[in-house]
């Protein structure tokens, strides 16, 4: 349903939202590392998502990303929009090219529901109201392997 792109764009605009303000910007190498990301692919993105005004940056000695009180009001919609337009997302799930209410695919009404309920949360949530509660919930921003190596002990 998202490209991996649109996937490290939400990733990484999150972590800006917890972690930069316009007092402390982020180079595109810290987030890379800090979540997992191909540092050349997040700056493409990232030029995308200046681009869209959904990021902000500045260059020089103490430049970086971050997110200014207007892209903090954006939300994860403005952000897959601008990375994947929202073609991608409205498309069939059964990969039909042509599947709407009057022409639907096998699944299309069972599908349909869960996929607006998703638009829907995406649209309706600030970018800093996700941050928020990924923040309230412990939750992680990152795609490296966290979980705890089980080694034998050495005798």
Do not use: W
């Not at 692919?41 to 020089?60: D, E, P």
């Not at 069939?92 to 009404?109: A, K, Q």
Request: with cysteine; hydrophobic share 35%.
């Amino acid at each position: 349903m998202l490209s991996r792109a649109s996937k490290y764009a939400i990733l990484s605009t999150l972590f800006l939202a917890q972690h930069s303000s316009e007092e402390r910007k982020i180079s595109v190498k810290e987030i890379a590392e800090s979540i997992d990301v191909p540092s050349p692919f997040l700056a493409k993105l990232f030029q995308q998502l200046v681009r869209g005004k959904i990021i902000s940056s500045t260059k020089g000695p103490h430049g970086g990303f971050y997110l200014s009180e207007k892209n903090k009001m954006k939300n994860v919609l403005d952000i897959i929009e601008n990375i994947d337009g929202l073609n991608k997302i409205n498309s069939c799930f059964m990969g039909l090219n042509e599947c709407d209410s009057t022409n639907p695919c096998p699944v299309h009404f069972i599908v349909e529901p869960f996929k607006n309920n998703i638009l829907g949360k995406f649209r309706d949530k600030t970018i800093m109201e996700f941050a928020k509660e990924i923040s309230d919930k412990g939750r992680l921003l990152t795609l490296k392997d966290i979980s705890p190596s089980f080694e034998e002990p050495h005798e």
